[in-house]
């Protein structure tokens, strides 16, 4: 096994075990920072309102929570069917929500006929080697949008690991003390331009610095066009 196929075993292995304490460790349990956080999901309804949405590693669906109403629907995927067992406690409106255990890199079983991909926390986990196969396949299940969010990064983010790669690597410990190496890059506007222009010439960057968060959205019209 490669060590990136180790990493991303790694990674998936991480967040099973992190699944009932997500929303907990994240804050998102408490009023104060999902109020942070409104400019961001604000933003986010405006991108999706009337749209099909495929939402990829959707964790426990925090984000699908906020913003499901005003979509046409969101069918919400993720790896790990423990993180899908935490969504599903959150009871969202089988009308508008579905859930699907997939993974990220293949989509198999995932309809193509989406108006916008969704992923939120995932695109920084994304080994640099696999960002390009990817997006192609990504791409291939929607004809619309592709949206990612991501955080920028505080003051104790950046490491100095790095693998052979250039990903840049996180020690997270679980409160088990058990701990995990995962990739969690930090993206400067070179770096978001060098990974999309390939697919795009209109790629969109807002920052939020207050709520450390980073939106990125691009427009696809044709499936022919992203080859």
């Known amino acids: 096994m490669s060590n990136t196929a180790k990493l991303i075993q790694e990674m998936q292995t991480?967040?099973?075990?992190?699944?009932?304490?997500?929303?907990?460790s994240m804050g998102y349990d408490q009023p104060e920072t999902v109020m942070q956080l409104t400019p961001v999901i604000?933003?986010?309804?405006?991108?999706?309102?009337?749209?099909?949405?495929?939402?990829?590693?959707c964790g426990p669906c925090f984000w699908t929570q906020q913003i499901y109403d005003c979509t046409h629907s969101i069918l919400a995927t993720?790896?790990?069917?423990?993180?899908?067992?935490?969504?599903?406690?959150?009871?969202?409106?089988?009308?508008k929500v579905q859930m699907q255990q997939a993974d990220a890199y293949q989509?198999?079983?995932?309809?193509?006929?989406?108006?916008?991909?969704?992923a939120i926390d995932w695109l920084s986990h994304v080994p640099k080697t696999r960002l390009q196969g990817f997006l192609k396949n990504l791409h291939r299940h929607v004809q619309g949008m592709v949206i990612f969010c991501d955080q920028l990064p505080g003051p104790?983010?950046?490491?100095?690991?790095?693998?052979?790669e250039g990903?840049?690597?996180?020690?997270?410990?679980?409160?088990?003390?058990?701990?995990y190496t995962v990739i969690k890059?930090?993206?400067?506007?070179?770096?978001?331009?060098?990974?999309?222009?390939?697919?795009?010439?209109q790629?969109?960057?807002?920052?939020?610095?207050?709520?450390?968060?980073?939106?990125?959205?691009?427009?696809?019209?044709?499936?022919?066009?992203?080859?």
Not at 42 to 57: G, P
Not at 83 to 88: D, E, G, I, K, R
Not at 204 to 219: G, K, N, S, V, W
């Open 14 to 24: 991480y967040y099973h075990h992190r699944a009932a304490l997500y929303d907990v």
């Open 42 to 57: 604000e933003r986010l309804r405006q991108l999706v309102t009337d749209k099909k949405v495929l939402e990829i590693a």
């Open 78 to 95: 993720d790896f790990n069917q423990s993180v899908l067992n935490q969504a599903a406690m959150k009871k969202l409106s089988s009308d």
């Open 107 to 118: 989509l198999d079983g995932v309809p193509s006929n989406f108006e916008v991909a969704l």
């Open 156 to 164: 104790q983010s950046q490491t100095d690991t790095f693998d052979e």
């Open 167 to 179: 990903n840049h690597l996180q020690q997270r410990t679980l409160p088990d003390s058990s701990s």
């Open 185 to 201: 890059h930090f993206f400067c506007n070179q770096e978001i331009n060098s990974i999309f222009t390939p697919f795009t010439p």
């Open 203 to 227: 790629i969109a960057i807002e920052r939020f610095p207050q709520t450390r968060r980073l939106l990125i959205h691009y427009p696809l019209i044709a499936a022919e066009n992203l080859s």
